[in-house]
């Protein structure tokens, strides 16, 4: 299984090789397809509890494509957890990065320090003065 699950076909009379991407068909058993609430899949997790038998069910429908679709959930339900906890992390990060500025331009503040640097630089560069 790879992250992105395809058929790779081969026509004899054909010196090319032909790809598609491997995706599950429509098997339904009545008119209308049911609507799974994202809960209903918890099922396909890699770390429930009932991995193992989920796993054995799916294979005993003996299609392939189910079996490549499962882990490509899986694959993609592990991505998405890991992108979250990386921007939580990057949250807190600008969390703090912001919190430090406000620190900082607090004890300018108290500090005075735009005056300060701004009288400094009047100093070392006085304005010229214009005279008729």
């Given amino acids: 299984m790879t992250y992105d699950p395809f058929i790779l076909a081969i026509v004899k009379s054909s010196p090319y090789m032909y790809s598609q991407a491997l995706h599950i068909q429509p098997h339904l058993m009545t008119s209308c397809h049911p609507r799974y609430d994202p809960s209903d899949l918890h ?3 890699t770390y429930h509890q ?3 038998a989920v796993d054995a069910a799916v294979r005993s429908l003996e299609d392939e494509v189910a079996i490549a679709e499962v882990h490509q959930y899986r694959r993609l339900k592990t991505e998405q957890a890991k992108l979250e906890h990386d921007m939580q992390h990057i949250l807190q990060s ?3 990065a912001g919190m430090g500025q406000e620190q900082i331009q607090i004890r300018m503040e108290l500090a005075n320090l735009l005056a300060r640097v ?3 630089r ?3 560069h006085p ?3 214009h005279r008729p």
Avoid: I, W
Wanted: net charge negative.
């Fill in 118 to 120: 701004e009288f400094a």
């Fill in 50 to 52: 009932e991995h193992a």
């Fill in 127 to 129: 304005r010229c003065s």
């Fill in 43 to 45: 099922m396909f997790k």
């Fill in 122 to 124: 009047q100093l070392h």
């Fill in 94 to 96: 600008v969390h703090d």
